[in-house]
Nanobody, 124 residues
């Protein structure tokens, strides 16, 4: 099971970025995938999540209306479209899964697999 995050970069406030989380070794649509971020000196926080199966979504209040998580089963990839980026969105972004088939964004089993992070920097 491997997750590979990509798409980070340096942008200006108000710009957009699309992050990708490509999976290998398992079919993404059977597993919950979450995006998390960690800024320097801060704890890692959940940003967005898409459940297995029906694809129920979760977005943290801080990103609602600006970020959208989606899944392309044919490409076995989950995306995080980030619009209207703010300096406070700057962080290392990680995708992750609990590795439990059929699980949801409650992530009751905890995170078992993390992708490597991708840096998002937002200048004001």
């Amino acid at each position: 099971v491997q997750l590979q995050a990509s798409g980070g970069g340096l942008v200006q406030a108000g710009d957009s970025l699309s992050l990708s989380c490509a999976a290998s070794g398992f079919a993404l649509d059977y597993y919950v995938i979450g995006w998390f971020r960690q800024a320097p000196g801060k704890e890692r926080e959940a940003v967005s999540c898409i459940s297995s199966g029906d694809g129920s979504l979760f977005h943290a209040d801080s990103v609602k209306g600006r970020f959208t998580i989606s899944r392309d089963n044919a490409k076995n990839t989950v995306y995080l479209q980030m619009n209207d980026l703010k300096p406070e969105d700057a962080a290392v972004y990680y995708c992750a899964t609990d590795g439990v088939p059929g699980s949801t964004c409650t992530l009751a089993y905890g995170i078992r697999y993390w992708g490597q992070g991708t840096q998002v920097t937002v200048s004001s």
